[in-house]
């Protein structure tokens, strides 16, 4: 038997768009785990709720649910401020972050998706867009545009936030605040200030990716629970709290899961992230590029 | 009180539980009660790790699908009697949590919680491309209406809860022992600050694997006798995100710090749901469990216990 190279080809291309996607639903999570040392395991709810405002609006009024997301985004960015505060005078003023901080993001994921099961039921929703349906073809590689816009949209929020962190003071601040909050007080910055719109950015990127994610596939209420591995695995191998190195554990996920699932099956493409986070916990906690 | 007087003080009262039950005469009592009971294991399990020693466990639902499984895939060979699926499954799930702890207790804690959740999730999609287990189709397991024991003839419901009524007392009773023998005292200082435990020579790493082997087993052995309580199984029941949550929600709202923590939560929150469930609808239940979980983190992060505690105190210093 010959091995089906162009098969071959196309897993990988379409991987890369896929941990495109990939990369833009962890963001979040590199910023609040990889940064701030929050463990915010419910950041895939978020994700979730924010496919859920993009497809009412969308269903409702036609509008484009990247456009809607966009416009979401200070919403998010104050539910994220509002979540840090709660949690910032109930756990990490009191020093109790860890066991009862993570009970906490843990019933908030829960609350999130039971409401939403409350309320739109467990049917699959899906949102309609001119770029959903037709393909690019290069030769014999498939670029399909429900894989390619999301791509594209999520490196570019990438970019932005990369060029945040690493050229505004706030960036830098944030940055800082991870590794030294005395330093920074005496920096004239307010460590819980800094924090609070740290969060809000990262819950703020969960309304775009949510918008991207309803583009990709259909959505139900429980799907942000495959998530919570993925996103954590893509966090910790590229190290924490490193956007490049996200990007590239991203990537790099995106392919394994899609090759995976075109040689083995979908039913398998689960295990391959949570398989890969099991041992990069194991052998190199550090992640990739961790320093 | 001796750990071996209260074990007889608990065996009597399970036993006037049961009797009750039996005069009663409803059957549906077992069903609910053999799921408060399981949600007693459960949490009394999750609560030696997570109250005693810090570390928190999201893949309960793992450990209880993992004994589950291990009866169904001993059924498929040759169907033993339950006491000694319950053993086997015990077994296999200290197993499991002694590997999980090993791989990832040398890390800080919210990887350890990171790597239970994934753990649930490879589990279950191992679970699912099995098909000598059901696969996603689930599996039958075929059981008696009555079954003799010692020349009595029982419904095979009261014999299930009979089963999960001694393996929660068991759980009670080994909580109860790990807090207050040297073991308890050692996981307490890792709670409290790992750091300063591991400078005073206490064996941190060690500890913690008698913590989560311990925790696993039990909870392996709330699972063993699901399959036949239920009749059918599948992974979506098995992996339930329910027995996370639940097992995290009762002790927390209970309290963590000793062995009646996870007992009142367990009762208190598993009659409630029992109630919520026959008289709204299971969403909401569960809608519930959330709700009362984040309150009780918030507002009164030593749960109930906690909270009847700082009553007594505030009282004798009047």
Redesign the interface.
């Known amino acids: 038997m010959d091995f089906p190279f162009e098969l071959l080809v196309n897993a990988i291309i379409a991987g890369l768009l896929l941990g495109g996607f990939y990369a833009a639903v962890t963001a979040g999570v590199s910023i609040s785990f990889g940064m701030l040392d929050i463990v915010n395991i419910a950041h895939p709810a978020f994700i979730i709720l924010g496919s859920y405002i993009a497809y009412i609006v969308n269903i409702s009024y036609g509008i484009d649910p990247i456009v809607v997301s966009i416009v979401m985004l200070p919403a998010f960015y104050a539910l994220g401020t509002c979540i840090y505060q709660v949690y910032y005078v109930s756990f990490e003023k009191r020093g109790q972050e860890s066991l009862r901080g993570l009970a906490f993001f843990f019933g908030l994921l829960f609350v999130t998706e039971v409401m939403l099961i409350l309320v739109f039921g467990v049917d699959y929703r899906y949102v309609e867009a001119s770029y959903i349906g037709p393909s690019l073809h290069l030769g014999s590689i498939d670029l399909p545009l429900r894989m390619l816009v999301p791509c594209v949209t999520a490196l570019v929020l990438f970019g932005l936030l990369h060029l945040l962190v690493t050229h505004t003071f706030t960036g830098r601040a944030i940055m800082a605040v991870s590794q030294d909050q005395l330093a920074l007080q005496l920096m004239a910055a307010d460590p819980i200030r800094i924090k609070r719109i740290a969060f809000g950015i990262s819950i703020a990127t969960a309304s775009v990716a949510g918008a991207l994610l309803v583009i990709i596939q259909p959505v139900e209420p429980s799907v942000g629970r495959e998530y919570i591995g993925r996103v954590f695995a893509i966090c910790v191998l590229g190290g924490l709290g490193s956007l490049p190195g996200t990007l590239v554990a991203a990537m790099l996920l995106g392919v394994m899961e899609s090759i995976t699932s075109t040689f083995y099956g979908p039913s398998w493409s689960p295990a391959v992230s949570f398989g890969f986070l099991l041992l990069t916990l194991a052998f190199r906690p550090a992640g990739l590029f961790g320093r | 009180m001796s750990t071996l007087r209260f074990s007889l003080v608990c065996l009597l009262v399970g036993f006037v539980i049961y009797v009750c039950g039996h005069l009663f005469g409803v059957g549906y009592l077992f069903f609910a009660g053999y799921t408060i009971l399981q949600y007693v294991v459960l949490s009394s399990a999750w609560n030696i790790l997570?109250g005693y020693c810090?570390?928190?466990n999201?893949g309960s639902a793992a450990f209880f699908a993992l004994g589950a499984y291990s009866t169904v895939f001993f059924y498929k060979f040759y169907p033993l009697p339950i006491p000694l699926l319950i053993l086997i499954s015990a077994v296999v799930s200290g197993i499991v949590g002694f590997g999980m702890g090993y791989?990832?207790l040398r890390?800080r804690?919210?990887?350890f919680?990171?790597?239970t959740?994934?753990?649930a999730?490879?589990l279950?999609?191992?679970v699912?491309?099995w098909d000598y287990v059901g696969g996603?189709r689930g599996a039958y397991i075929v059981r008696a209406d009555t079954i003799e024991i010692g020349g009595f003839s029982i419904e095979y419901i009261e014999y299930l809860f009979l089963l999960m009524m001694i393996l929660s007392i068991l759980s009670i009773v080994i909580s109860r022992a790990i807090a207050r023998s040297q073991l308890g005292f050692g996981f307490a200082t890792i709670r409290d600050d790992e750091l300063a435990a591991e400078a005073s020579g206490v064996p941190t790493l060690r500890l913690k694997l008698i913590a989560t082997t311990i925790s696993g087993a039990l909870m392996g052995m709330a699972g063993a006798p699901f399959p036949y309580y239920i009749g059918y199984l599948q992974p979506a029941s098995a992996f339930g995100?329910e027995y996370g949550?639940n097992s995290?929600?009762m002790p927390?709202i209970g309290g963590?710090t000793s062995w009646v923590g996870p007992l009142i939560g367990a009762i208190l929150l598993g009659s409630l749901q029992q109630i919520a469930t026959v008289t709204i609808s299971s969403?909401?239940n569960?809608?519930i469990?959330?709700?009362l979980?984040?309150a009780f983190?918030?507002i009164a992060?030593n749960g109930l216990v906690g909270l009847v505690q700082d009553r007594l105190r505030a009282r004798r210093s009047k």
Do not use: H, K
């Open positions: 997570g810090g570390y928190v999201f791989l990832t890390l804690g919210a990887f919680a990171i790597a959740l994934a753990m999730v490879v279950q999609t191992l699912v491309n996603s995100l949550v995290i929600a927390i963590t969403a909401v569960l809608l469990v959330g709700l979980l984040v983190v918030v992060p």
